[in-house]
């Protein structure tokens, strides 16, 4: 439709979803300076660029697709609740994580600052100081209560991270000897093994096995390294083995004063706990990165194996699935709950 | 079939054998009383729905159960109204695993009784899951719930023969339940039968 026909249907999505309640209240006050800036625009015709206003128009429509799937009824929190403390972890705890619950099977981090854009294009508004970097993520809908498959999430903060700071291009300009194949996008080559790297420091191998999973002996492409590669990288960083991408990465890093890709999860293994359909209890953040390792092996061990330790009388994949799931989003929420309550019982 | 009182409970919550009680998160141990557990309210729900269908029906050509209730969710701490006469499917905030030698029974805590809201249900040995709870309110107003809360307690029985939960030839229905599932009362074997002796 018309960009500011758009505007006026999005400003009227977005205030009853600022009735919804939101687990993050930042996301709350994005809502509502979001339809401010809306409204200031619409208040104005003519005011602005038709280019400004159809980019505007669009940036909204893709804004109200995380939103609406960031209430507390749609987001997925548990792996969210992982997600803020990486985000923490890499010194970027002003941004605020939407999700968009899609109805494909793709994982994606959009690209966009809207803030930003609102910042440089609608100068004039006025949002009394406020400001909030989004983070941007699709999730489909049938994996949202899936922590175990959300795993290709943490990779898809590393593209965030990497955009945020720059780090590819950092190690593009400090060692630019390509490390795609002459002809292929070195630039995406760095972008994907970097997000690829980000993500098994979380979450371990079970990050690379999920591509496995998705894209079994996918070849390189002009912007992917092939599965294989990117495969291999990631177990020489598991493994600590030396590796000259790894270096470029860590060199560009260190030149950022950013902290260097480590590996952040502790081992655990849930079989104990999860054989006797009980939740796991981490001691720390570190064992719930961990978890999702252990779990993702344990559920596909135990679907591959045909294996029944819980003595299901009705043994189906779909219900190990469910159960095996199940027990990790639970075991992360207590650890959230326990969290929360000891930082509330704990303050004056 | 004894009353499990306070020492039991807590030298069970130890233990890493059969003879186990598992309670995540056990976030107070005051929460262990003289001969129950109180148990809190999770953050989920599944909220009953007046609908044009005259009732809920088990047959086979029904209109979904499920479509008789909408999910929503609080975090813990925020607030969940809860009307009169509505049923609304919660779960308790814990993950319970019962030994195969105990059973327990849920009932609504006293101070909660006295509100209107009432409970009263029977979990099996050897259960695992976060504790169902249907809960009713009984009274003429409505009455602001907090997640979190300690809205029920635990009664827990010993038997003196174990009783498996899920290596019966009958599989469980609520197996490993993390969130509120409706009824799947329509999923009894013997509706069949009955259905053959209703015509």
Same mark, same amino acid.
């Given at each position: 439709?018309?960009?500011?026909?758009?505007?006026?249907?999005?400003?009227?999505?977005?205030?009853?979803?600022?009735?919804?309640?939101?687990?993050?209240?930042?996301?709350?006050?994005?809502?509502?300076?979001?339809?401010?800036?809306?409204?200031?625009?619409?208040?104005?015709?003519?005011?602005?660029?038709?280019?400004?206003?159809?980019?505007?128009?669009?940036?909204?429509?893709?804004?109200?697709?995380?939103?609406?799937?960031?209430?507390?009824?749609?987001?997925?929190?548990?792996?969210?609740?992982?997600?803020?403390?990486?985000?923490?972890?890499?010194?970027?705890?002003?941004?605020?994580?939407?999700?968009?619950?899609?109805?494909?099977?793709?994982?994606?981090?959009?690209?966009?600052?809207?803030?930003?854009?609102?910042?440089?294009?609608?100068?004039?508004?006025?949002?009394?100081?406020?400001?909030?970097?989004?983070?941007?993520?699709?999730?489909?809908?049938?994996?949202?209560?899936?922590?175990?498959?959300?795993?290709?999430?943490?990779?898809?903060?590393?593209?965030?991270?990497?955009?945020?700071?720059?780090?590819?291009?950092?190690?593009?300009?400090?060692?630019?000897?390509?490390?795609?194949?002459?002809?292929?996008?070195?630039?995406?080559?760095?972008?994907?093994?970097?997000?690829?790297?980000?993500?098994?420091?979380?979450?371990?191998?079970?990050?690379?096995?999920?591509?496995?999973?998705?894209?079994?002996?996918?070849?390189?492409?002009?912007?992917?390294?092939?599965?294989?590669?990117?495969?291999?990288?990631?177990?020489?960083?598991?493994?600590?083995?030396?590796?000259?991408?790894?270096?470029?990465?860590?060199?560009?890093?260190?030149?950022?004063?950013?902290?260097?890709?480590?590996?952040?999860?502790?081992?655990?293994?849930?079989?104990?706990?999860?054989?006797?359909?009980?939740?796991?209890?981490?001691?720390?953040?570190?064992?719930?990165?961990?978890?999702?390792?252990?779990?993702?092996?344990?559920?596909?061990?135990?679907?591959?194996?045909?294996?029944?330790?819980?003595?299901?009388?009705?043994?189906?994949?779909?219900?190990?699935?469910?159960?095996?799931?199940?027990?990790?989003?639970?075991?992360?929420?207590?650890?959230?709950?326990?969290?929360?309550?000891?930082?509330?019982?704990?303050?004056? | 079939?004894?009353?499990?009182?306070?020492?039991?409970?807590?030298?069970?919550?130890?233990?890493?054998?059969?003879?186990?009680?598992?309670?995540?998160?056990?976030?107070?141990?005051?929460?262990?009383?003289?001969?129950?557990?109180?148990?809190?309210? &999770?953050?989920?729900? $599944?909220?009953?729905?007046?609908?044009?269908?005259?009732? =809920? +029906? @088990?047959?086979?050509?029904? *209109?979904? #159960?499920?479509?008789?209730?909408?999910?929503?969710?609080?975090?813990?701490?925020?607030?969940?109204?809860?009307?009169?006469?509505?049923?609304?499917?919660?779960?308790?905030?814990?993950?319970?695993?019962?030994?195969?030698?105990?059973?327990?029974?849920?009932?609504?805590?006293?101070?909660?009784?006295?509100?209107?809201?009432?409970?009263?249900?029977?979990?099996?040995?050897?259960?695992? &899951?976060?504790?169902? $709870?249907?809960?009713?309110?009984?009274?003429?107003?409505? =009455? +602001? @719930?907090?997640?979190?809360? *300690?809205? #029920?307690?635990?009664?827990?029985?010993?038997?003196?023969?174990?009783?498996?939960?899920?290596?019966?030839?009958?599989?469980?229905?609520?197996?490993?339940?993390?969130?509120?599932?409706?009824?799947?009362?329509?999923?009894?074997?013997?509706?069949?039968?009955?259905?053959?002796?209703?015509?």
């Amino acid at each position: 439709m018309r960009p500011r026909v758009d505007l006026h249907l999005v400003a009227n999505t977005l205030r009853a979803l600022d009735d919804s309640a939101y687990f993050d209240e930042r996301v709350h006050k994005f809502t509502r300076h979001f339809i401010g800036a809306i409204e200031h625009v619409l208040a104005s015709p003519g005011k602005y660029d038709d280019a400004i206003e159809t980019n505007f128009a669009y940036l909204c429509r893709a804004v109200q697709s995380y939103l609406s799937g960031s209430t507390n009824n749609e987001i997925p929190f548990e792996v969210v609740f992982c997600l803020t403390d990486a985000l923490r972890r890499w010194r970027l705890s002003d941004a605020a994580i939407v999700t968009s619950l899609t109805e494909d099977h793709n994982f994606h981090l959009k690209p966009l600052d809207p803030w930003k854009f609102i910042e440089t294009s609608i100068a004039d508004y006025d949002a009394e100081g406020f400001q909030l970097p989004v983070v941007m993520i699709g999730v489909p809908r049938i994996y949202a209560h899936k922590p175990i498959f959300c795993v290709p999430l943490f990779h898809e903060l590393g593209h965030f991270v990497d955009l945020k700071y720059r780090v590819t291009q950092v190690s593009a300009i400090l060692n630019p000897t390509p490390i795609a194949p002459a002809g292929f996008d070195d630039l995406t080559y760095r972008m994907e093994h970097f997000a690829d790297l980000f993500g098994a420091s979380f979450v371990g191998r079970s990050s690379i096995a999920a591509l496995e999973a998705i894209a079994p002996n996918a070849p390189a492409s002009i912007t992917h390294p092939a599965t294989a590669e990117r495969a291999a990288l990631v177990d020489a960083f598991l493994a600590g083995t030396a590796h000259p991408t790894i270096d470029l990465f860590q060199n560009a890093l260190a030149a950022l004063s950013l902290p260097t890709l480590t590996k952040v999860f502790d081992l655990v293994d849930v079989a104990h706990d999860f054989n006797d359909v009980r939740t796991f209890v981490p001691s720390s953040i570190e064992q719930v990165y961990g978890m999702y390792d252990s779990a993702w092996a344990y559920l596909f061990n135990a679907i591959d194996k045909r294996l029944n330790p819980w003595q299901l009388s009705d043994r189906r994949d779909g219900i190990v699935e469910a159960l095996v799931n199940d027990l990790t989003e639970k075991s992360i929420r207590n650890f959230a709950i326990r969290e929360a309550w000891h930082a509330a019982a704990s303050s004056p | 079939m004894p009353l499990l009182q306070a020492h039991e409970i807590r030298r069970r919550l130890t233990l890493t054998s059969q003879q186990r009680l598992y309670i995540d998160p056990l976030l107070e141990t005051t929460q262990v009383g003289e001969v129950s557990v109180d148990l809190r309210l &999770g953050p989920d729900f $599944l909220v009953s729905l007046l609908t044009r269908k005259p009732a =809920v +029906e @088990l047959s086979a050509t029904r *209109r979904g #159960v499920s479509s008789y209730f909408r999910a929503t969710r609080r975090d813990v701490g925020q607030k969940f109204i809860l009307y009169p006469g509505q049923i609304v499917l919660a779960t308790s905030l814990e993950y319970v695993g019962l030994p195969a030698d105990v059973y327990a029974d849920i009932i609504t805590r006293s101070s909660y009784s006295r509100l209107g809201v009432q409970l009263n249900t029977m979990i099996q040995p050897s259960f695992r &899951g976060c504790i169902p $709870l249907e809960l009713v309110n009984h009274s003429n107003n409505p =009455v +602001e @719930l907090v997640v979190g809360s *300690r809205v #029920v307690q635990a009664r827990l029985f010993s038997l003196d023969k174990k009783s498996p939960y899920q290596g019966t030839a009958v599989n469980r229905k609520y197996l490993g339940n993390v969130r509120p599932v409706v009824s799947r009362a329509q999923d009894d074997a013997d509706l069949a039968t009955l259905g053959k002796l209703g015509g």
